[in-house]
């Protein structure tokens, strides 16, 4: 199902300075100083639209900085008033929401410990109820488009028009360089999902680590997201939280501007915009694709090991009947043909019994090292 919402296009947001959409500032509000002089630098990069600072904190431990509190609203206030940025911050219950309004806070985001708990968003949208602000829901925790879908839906009923999504990644139990898993498959269904509601990049809750930054903000331009929310510090390694992630002013500076926007492309642009929009997501679905078959190699060399272990042989064929059996029909089901099916699967076998090859005759017993 398609739904529709009657939002503003984010041309029409307030701030806006052009697409992409900038939201940028501290992970945390730490000090008065910290924040004005953030600000200051940030402001200097004319591009930027909002400036945001963390002003309560989740953490995942307690006993670490949980953010300075309503104090620092008075803060994001002068930033407003001396610099002209406006301002955005985390609300996570209607106290936070009541709070923020009280110091003008022009942009609140509902974070994705928050937007996991239909209860708390409840609570966020009757505190909501009528107030003319701009509200950004980060994806949960979990990749789960409905709860995602569900939370946009609970801020929309509030008659916020300007509602947008942030894209911030998926916690995962594997640890992979990335701190948070991308998984673009579901920002990009939650477009189809919702045509019109602005989707927003977070690269710094993505990627954990400055290094990746540059390349996870490049895909979502090429993705075609309408923003992205960039953490910034005066001095990153200083931080009270996410220090690894944050870049300076200047370092943001020299990132944006070696990110390439197709859009900016002269010959029939809105043709180009279209097919490379649509390439990039098929590329996401090629990586994801090739990364589930890497899964799917791995767990047949433990199969090989524990076979190699009890003496088992590596073909099975009643097993093999069963496995394309299912395929095929499940395949038609989805309007893939059999001969397609058929083909790919049986490719797919041949290079697990490979791998399971490999184990029963190099004598190895557990996984070998990567060379
Ligand atoms: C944040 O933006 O600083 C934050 C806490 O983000 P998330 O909810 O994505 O973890
Ligand atoms: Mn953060």
């Given amino acids: 199902m398609v739904l529709k919402y009657e939002s503003s296009p984010i041309k029409e947001w307030r701030g806006y300075k052009g697409k992409p959409f900038l939201i940028s500032g501290p992970c945390s509000a730490e000090t008065e100083e910290q924040v004005m002089e953030t600000a200051r630098q940030l402001a200097h990069l004319d591009a930027i639209s909002i400036f945001r600072a963390g002003i309560w904190k989740p953490r995942t431990r307690p006993n670490s900085f949980e953010g300075i509190g309503s104090e620092g609203l008075k803060w994001l206030r002068r930033v407003k008033q001396e610099t002209g940025l406006l301002v955005a911050t985390e609300v996570a219950n209607e106290k936070h929401v009541y709070e923020a309004l009280k110091y003008g806070v022009d942009l609140l985001w509902i974070g994705a410990?928050?937007?996991?708990?239909?209860?708390?968003?409840?609570?966020?949208?009757?505190?909501?109820?009528?107030?003319?602000?701009?509200?950004?829901?980060?994806?949960?925790?979990?990749?789960?488009?409905?709860?995602?879908?569900?939370?946009?839906e609970r801020i929309a009923r509030a008659g916020i028009t300007r509602i947008g999504a942030i894209h911030r990644g998926f916690s995962a139990y594997e640890k992979t360089v990335y701190r948070n898993q991308p998984n673009w498959q579901l920002p990009i269904e939650l477009r189809r999902r919702i045509p019109d509601i602005p989707i927003i990049c977070d690269p710094s809750h993505i990627a954990g680590a400055r290094q990746y930054l540059h390349e996870i903000s490049q895909k979502a331009m090429d993705l075609n997201f309408d923003g992205l929310m960039i953490e910034s510090h005066i001095d990153p390694s200083k931080a009270l939280s996410d220090a690894a992630q944050q870049l300076t002013p200047n370092d943001l500076k020299e990132l944006l501007s070696r990110l390439i926007y197709r859009n900016a492309n002269p010959s029939d642009p809105k043709l180009l915009d279209v097919l490379g929009e649509l390439r990039q997501q098929i590329d996401v679905f090629d990586d994801h694709l090739l990364d589930l078959l890497e899964k799917r190699m791995q767990v047949a060399e433990t199969i090989g090991r524990y076979k190699k272990e009890n003496n088992i042989t590596i073909l099975q064929s009643t097993r093999w009947e069963e496995i394309i059996n299912k395929v095929l029909s499940r395949g038609k089901a989805k309007s893939l043909s059999v001969e397609f099916v058929d083909t790919i699967f049986k490719a797919i076998h041949q290079e697990s019994i490979n791998h399971q090859m490999k184990i029963m005759n190099n004598g190895a017993t557990k996984p070998e090292k990567n060379k």
């Fill in 113 to 152: 410990r928050t937007s996991v708990n239909p209860f708390t968003v409840q609570e966020i949208s009757d505190a909501l109820n009528g107030v003319d602000v701009m509200v950004l829901v980060k994806n949960p925790i979990n990749p789960d488009l409905e709860l995602w879908i569900g939370a946009i």
